[in-house]
Structures are given as C-alpha cells and as structure tokens.
T-cell receptor, first 112, second 115 residues
Framework: GDSVTQMEGPVTLSEEAFLTINCTYT??????LFWYVQYPGEGLQLLLK?????DKGSNKGFEATYRKETTSFHLEKGSVQVSDSAVYFC???????????FGSGTRLQVQP | NAGVTQTPKFQVLKTGQSMTLQCAQD?????MSWYRQDPGMGLRLIHY???????DQGEVPNGYNVSRSTTEDFPLRLLSAAPSQTSVYFC??????????????FGSGTRLTVV
C-alpha cells in the first residue's frame, strides 16, 4: 500500500537558518503530493502541493519539488522565523483512493 | 464561509458508550474523510466518501461507522467506545478538478477521551 516517510523530529533551528525536512513516498500510481502544517492547538492547513513530476509547490517562502526518480518531496525554506514553529506533515493522494496518506509529522522549533 | 465544522470540540466518554462525531461542510465538496491523530503516528484514515451514498474503509475502520446521506454531512459513529479510541479526530473535505488538483480542507478537530 501507499506510505510516506518523514525525518524524525524535533528539528531545532535558530531564526534565519535554512530548513530542510525530508519526505519520501511509496505509491503504486502517480500520486499528488502535499505538505500540511499544524500550529499548536489547531487543525491542519494546506501549505503547498504538487500534482505531477517536476512540479514545484511554493507558499509563504516554503518550497518542495516533486521528484519522481527519487520518490521524494522535501520541504525547504531559506530563512525560518519563530512563527514557523509547528508540526509539518507530508502526505500523498493516489489516483485510486481519494483520501490522504500521511507521514508521521516533523516538529520544527525555531529559537530567536 | 464556515468551511468544515466539527462538533463537539471536546468529549469524554465512558467505556462502552456510543456517540456520533458530527462533520459538516458548506463548500459542496465531493470527497470527505475522517482521520485520527495519535502522538508519533501522524494521521490515519478511518473512513472516506467520494460522494453521497458512497463510503469506504480506510486504514483503521474497526469500531467506527459512517454514512453519507447528503453531500454536506459525514458523521462518524463510535459504536462501543474503548480507551484505545482516545485520540484527536479530524474531518476533511476536498473538491475534484480535472488533472488531479485537489484541495483538502480540515476541520478544527474533536478531542475524545475514553475512560
């Protein structure tokens, strides 16, 4: 079945540091890929998405590129802020089942 | 725009009790789904629906029932609550577009404790 693997956290960075959160996936078809963010005490918000190979999703300074050859969708940001502290989830939706499969989440802590 | 509305926000149940978690969306989305979130395990799919009258099981369906009689509503029923069902439950809905561009919107969650 489909699966998503994320790097374990927590990831602790200083403000203005470069961020990478690794995400790899296994899927039988050609899935769409997503990053969701969950701030403390809140639900999930869609951060960015990509629907086909080589697509780059971007939002709020975050970027991720759909790499079919390496089955990866790593999240990057050039300069993190304290307000980026949250849990980040990588997810996929395959072409058959119209529901999301999530990774286990990566907690990001940004220190001033 | 209300988006996806879940009720209640918090609930405490005794083992063996039954209850229904409500989920409603006002965006005319075709797809709806229920997830549970447990520490260190991400979100796991319980049940999902691709339209009114159509439901299917996800990864962890045991102990839960769903129905989809209207496009707007997708209630989740716990038949006989167990401590293992203590979790945070999220409902989500999504539109469908040609070419596979989906947008899932999540509710704010229901925190359920079974004692």
């Amino acid at each position: 079945g489909d699966s998503v693997t994320q790097m374990e956290g927590p990831v602790t960075l200083s403000e203005e540091a470069f961020l990478t959160i690794n995400c790899t996936y296994t899927a039988t078809g050609y899935p769409s890929l997503f990053w969701y963010v969950q701030y403390p005490g809140e639900g999930l918000q869609l951060l960015l998405k990509a629907t086909k190979a080589d697509d780059k999703g971007s939002n709020k300074g975050f970027e991720a590129t759909y790499r079919k050859e390496t089955t990866s969708f790593h999240l990057e940001k050039g300069s993190v802020q304290v307000s980026d502290s949250a849990v980040y989830f990588c997810a996929l939706m395959d072409t058959g089942r119209r529901a999301l499969t999530f990774g286990s989440g990566t907690r990001l802590q940004v220190q001033p | 725009n209300a988006g996806v509305t879940q009720t209640p926000k918090f609930q405490v149940l005794k083992t063996g009790q039954s209850m229904t978690l409500q989920c409603a969306q006002d965006m005319n989305h075709e797809y709806m789904s229920w997830y549970r979130q447990d520490p260190g395990m991400g979100l796991r799919l319980i049940h999902y629906s691709v339209g009114a009258g159509i439901t299917d099981q996800g990864e962890v369906p045991n102990g839960y029932n769903v129905s989809r009689s209207t496009t707007e509503d997708f209630p989740l029923r716990l038949l006989s609550a167990a401590p293992s069902q203590t979790s945070v439950y999220f409902c989500a809905s999504s539109y469908v577009r040609t070419g596979g561009s989906y947008g899932y919107t999540f509710g704010s969650g229901t925190r359920l404790t079974v004692v």
